[in-house]
């Protein structure tokens, strides 16, 4: 089955710099690749995502980078704000396929 | 909008009790899940189900059973709960109708058994 690797599991930034947090997969057949964000004492929500089809999504402030060849994908949060703080999780799996296979997350901080 | 909904907050149980968490998802998803929540170790599915009467056994089933008798409802249930099954609980739904996958979640049940 799927595995997905999450780095790092704690990062801190300073407000207005830029975060990045890396995933990587096992399953070749893996083409989508969602990452959820959950605030404090808050739900998991999906922020954004990206198919195997393209390299890189942008939204904003947040961006998604994939490498199918190294088989690891990237989210990238420009210009942080405070409200950016929360718990990211990345995920994989293929269409048609139910089951998310989830990162163990990442908690991010951002320090005013 | 879609909105799930888990039917206690916060739980307490003692070790030994049968324990039941509910689910219910207003947007008519054929797939439901139920995972649990653990600081370090993400989010582990435990079972799911992707019709009425249908369930999977996901990453950790051991210790857990699950009833899916109508297409809104999903529900855990701890046979006789320990203390190693103190933790977050989360339910989330989801349709691959029109190719789309995300997953929506509940709020969350913090279960401690004693």
């Known amino acids: 089955g799927e595995n997905v690797e999450q780095h790092p599991s704690t990062l801190s930034v300073q407000e207005g710099d830029s975060a990045v947090i890396k995933c990587t997969y096992s399953?070749?057949?893996?083409?989508?690749f969602p990452w959820y964000k959950q605030e404090l004492g808050k739900r998991p929500q999906l922020i954004i995502d990206?198919?195997?089809?393209?390299g890189e999504k942008k939204d904003q402030r947040i961006a998604v980078t994939l490498n199918k060849t190294a088989k690891h994908f990237s989210l990238h949060i420009t210009e942080t704000q405070p409200e950016d703080s929360a718990v990211y999780f990345c995920a994989a799996t293929y269409f048609g396929n139910e089951k998310l296979t989830f990162g163990t997350g990442t908690r991010l901080t951002i320090i005013p | 909008d879609v909105k799930v909904t888990q039917s206690s907050r916060y739980l307490v149980k003692r070790t030994g009790e049968k324990v039941f968490l509910e689910c219910v998802q207003d947007m008519d998803h054929e797939n439901m899940f139920w995972y649990r929540q653990d600081p370090g170790l993400g989010l582990r599915l435990i079972y799911f189900s992707y019709d009425v009467k249908m369930k999977e056994k996901g990453d950790i089933p051991e210790g857990y059973s699950v009833s899916r008798e109508k297409k809104e409802r999903f529900s855990l249930i701890l046979e006789s709960a320990s203390t190693n099954q103190t933790s977050m609980y989360l339910c989330a739904s989801s349709s691959l109708a029109g190719g789309h996958n995300e997953q929506f979640f509940g709020p969350g049940t913090r279960l401690t058994v004693l």
């Open positions: 990206i198919r195997s089809n393209v």
């Open positions: 399953d070749s057949a893996s083409n989508y």
